[in-house]
């Protein structure tokens, strides 16, 4: 009898027993943060292409630093009253070391290396570019391993410089995008980030404008725009600069 009633409790106990059920989790794939751009994060030497998005980010205000950007990103530098004046363009001539008036081409590119090389945490001193606001000066002592010519082609952080009339006074601009190679006569047509100069689309390089911004222009060896005769100087890569600056700075600490 007892083991009748013991098989009858066992028989309960196999149906009423409460079975464990895995309930599957719920762990949804979270995505990862958006990936910041190495260009910002520069704890290395800089590819061309991060260095290129370097120089634009500074230019045109996404990465803001003082007094560079101040009271506006050096793309929105206009004159007010013509005569290379207004109170940013003031400003960047006299950080320069200039005088007031003064033309600023030059400055704009010196100011804007300036502002790299503090981005960078380079010092300038480090950096084998001439200071000064003259273009034919300044070319003319550039290191001869960073300039390139017509026939080697330009390539994104390329200063380009060019004389007007053979008169000793030029102009410069820094080219972001070589858009195609121009046939008969041979050149190129590229696009520039410049200062002291027409910014409206004109594809002419003209000396003197209403300020600062990003130009698309026509480049030959020798061309006659308007009135004056253009000769190209040549193209100075400062990307190439930035590398021997950093290899200096690093090697020496």
């Known amino acids: 009898m007892q083991a009748i009633l013991n098989f009858i409790s066992r028989l309960i106990e196999l149906f009423t027993k409460k079975k464990t059920i895995e309930i599957p989790q719920n762990n949804p794939q979270i995505d990862a943060p958006p990936r910041v751009p190495d260009v910002y994060r ?13 120089n634009q980010a500074i230019f045109d205000g996404r990465i803001k630093l003082s007094p560079y950007s101040d009271p506006h990103p050096y793309k929105l530098l206009r004159e ?35 502002a ?4 960078l945490k380079i010092p300038r001193k480090y950096w084998n570019y001439p200071e000064g606001g003259g273009t034919q000066r300044v070319w003319s002592l550039v290191d001869d391993k960073y300039k390139r010519t017509l026939k080697d082609e330009p390539l994104s952080c390329c200063f ?13 601009e820094d080219i972001y995008e070589v858009v ?13 980030r410049a200062f002291n100069t027409t910014i409206d689309g004109d594809d002419s390089i003209v000396r003197d404008g209403a300020g600062a911004g990003l130009a698309t222009r026509k480049i030959f060896q020798n061309w006659i725009q308007v009135k004056d005769k253009v000769e190209l100087k040549g193209f100075v890569d400062h990307y190439l600069i930035y590398v021997d600056a950093y290899n200096k700075f690093h090697g020496a600490k």
Do not use: W
């Open 160 to 172: 380009v410089t060019v004389e007007y009339n053979n008169s000793g006074k030029g102009h410069i």
């Open 42 to 54: 520069p704890d290395g030497l800089l590819t061309r292409e991060q260095y290129e998005s370097l």
């Open 180 to 192: 195609e190679k121009l046939e008969n006569p041979i050149g190129f047509k590229v696009k520039t």
């Open 116 to 119: 790299l090389a503090l981005y």
């Open 80 to 114: 007010t009253n013509g005569n290379n004046r207004s109170k940013g363009i003031d400003a960047l001539i006299l950080r320069q070391g200039g005088s007031l008036g003064q033309p600023y081409c030059q400055y704009g590119q010196q100011d804007k290396m300036d």
